[in-house]
């Protein structure tokens, strides 16, 4: 079992509407939560950075995390097309370092259809 | 503001062959790390680095070695390339570990046939 699961994809949704996506981990010392996005042939760009559980709100985006559940979700509204790209969670404890610096998902694809 | 700036962009090898992978940051980070992404197995952890003169092996080192001889610059080598080496690699940096967000190049996309 992955420490952290992300369902691939690809999600297809059409502009305007609400995007969820999700995480499930295992390790519950991760306390540090981040959403990249990747564009084709791009490499991962910060898009939210989370600490604990709680929300947190970026234009747009929502980060939540749910600690008691292990879950992390982002939440895009208003989707448009440019939000088509892969995203991908990640996560981490104040003691992970070297190679544990950061656990990845394996990322989710979206699709906004214009 | 450049960020982490990998050359080449795309390359294309034979079996056999080696090759250098370049990777500089201007941010004046510690930590460097290179990572290897293939379709659907999100990001795999090669090598990183805490500073220069120091470098260990991640998740998937084999075949591939580093240097840090600055702290810009953390170059990947390749010796004798594999088809499994076909993959996107791209290298990331940050000011700290523990609790802090990397930051990534463009990647280099490298074929090996």
């Known amino acids: 079992q992955k420490e952290v699961e992300q369902d691939p994809g690809p999600l297809s949704v059409p502009e305007g509407a609400i995007v969820s996506l999700n995480c499930t981990y295992s390790n519950s010392a991760f306390q540090y939560f981040m959403w990249y996005r990747q564009y084709s042939r791009k490499g991962p760009e910060l898009l939210m950075y989370?600490?604990?559980?709680g929300n947190k709100e970026d234009g747009r985006f929502t980060a939540q995390v749910d600690k008691s559940s292990k879950y992390i979700s982002l939440f895009i509204r208003d989707s448009q097309p440019s939000d088509s790209a892969t995203y991908l969670c990640?996560?981490?404890?104040?003691?992970?370092?070297?190679?544990?610096?950061?656990?990845f998902g394996s990322g989710t694809r979206l699709q906004v259809q214009p | 503001n450049a960020g982490v700036t990998q050359t080449p962009k795309f390359r294309i090898l034979k079996i056999g062959q080696s090759m250098t992978l370049q990777c500089t940051q201007d941010m004046n980070h510690n930590y460097m790390y290179w990572y290897r992404q293939d379709p659907g197995m999100g990001l795999k952890l090669i090598y990183y680095s805490v500073g220069a003169g120091i470098t260990d092996k991640g998740e998937v080192p084999n075949g591939y070695n580093v240097s840090r001889s600055t702290t810009e610059d953390f170059p990947l080598r390749l010796e004798l390339a594999a088809p499994s080496q076909t993959s996107v690699y791209f290298c990331?940096?940050?000011?700290?570990?523990?609790?802090?967000?990397?930051?990534f190049g463009d990647g280099t996309r490298l074929s090996i046939l």
């Open positions: 989370t600490y604990s559980s």
């Open positions: 990640a996560m981490t404890s104040p003691g992970d370092t070297g190679r544990r610096a950061l656990t």
């Open positions: 990331a940096s940050s000011s700290r570990q523990g609790a802090q967000p990397q930051h």
